[in-house]
């Protein structure tokens, strides 16, 4: 079993209770509004970091990241992006397990079509009385398995 720890909308915030609940995976996918580089390289002593860059990530250190991404995981095809709203393809078609978007802040877990889409929700500053959270996929074989992680602080 694959376990990858799923992330978002951190606005720079990164907290310890994150960091904790990310600690094991094998690979972490950031789905925008970092907030800050210094976010990506505490992730990164977790575990390899896929990320995109979010509305909010403005400025020379966000420009070398890409808006969405593909990225492969235990022969899972799994795509990045930050906005649902902004999803120009068909999962399906193009061949993906998994769709992993932030930017609502709002913790989703849901199935369409065969394709498991995951929000996180938002780990860093707390938007109205919304949970701070995380997600865990785990990929054993065929299954794929999505839980949220909601962060006691």
Known sequence: MIRVGLISDTHGLMRPEALAALDGVSHIVHAGDIGTPEILAQLGAIAPVTAIRGNNDKGPWARG????????????????????????????????????????????????????????????????TLPISVAMLEIAGDAIHAEIRELKL
């Open 65 to 128: 990241i890409a808006e969405h991404e593909v990225v492969e995981i235990g022969g899972k095809s799994i795509y990045v992006l930050h906005d649902l709203k902004e999803l120009d393809l068909d999962p399906v078609a193009a061949g993906f397990a998994v769709v992993v978007t932030g930017h609502s802040h709002k913790p989703l877990i849901t199935t369409r079509d065969d394709v498991l889409y995951v929000n996180p929700g938002s780990a860093g500053p707390r938007r109205f």
